[in-house]
């Protein structure tokens, strides 16, 4: 048992990587994010938990928004924390 799923996980790191070689040309940016609030709710699969995270956005044009999103991690990663700052890829012509 313990070495299909350490297979699986293998398989799905192992596809996660190939699928963030693959690039492609760079028609996104990234965006400045900061976490504004963030909780674990109570469904989730087994070893995984579910955040809701609200976060303030800043694209590379200085335009800012909020969002809120939810997010499904392994048990293992942190959950994001208020105040929380990041980089993620966006695409600021999509965001309108």
């Given at each position: 048992m313990k070495s299909s799923?350490?297979?699986l996980m293998l398989l799905l790191t192992m596809t996660g990587f190939a699928e963030a070689r693959k690039g492609?040309?760079?028609d996104t940016?990234?965006?400045r994010a900061?976490?504004?609030h963030?909780?674990?709710l109570p469904?989730?699969?087994p070893f995984y938990h579910t955040i809701k995270a609200t976060m303030l956005v800043t694209a590379s044009d200085a335009r800012r928004f909020e969002t809120t999103i939810y997010e499904v991690i392994p048990w293992q990663v942190p959950p994001p924390r208020r105040g929380q700052r990041v980089r993620?890829?966006?695409d600021p012509p999509a965001l309108n």
């Open positions: 799923v350490l297979a492609g040309p760079r940016r990234t965006c900061e976490v504004l963030s909780e674990e469904i989730a699969p993620v890829r966006c």
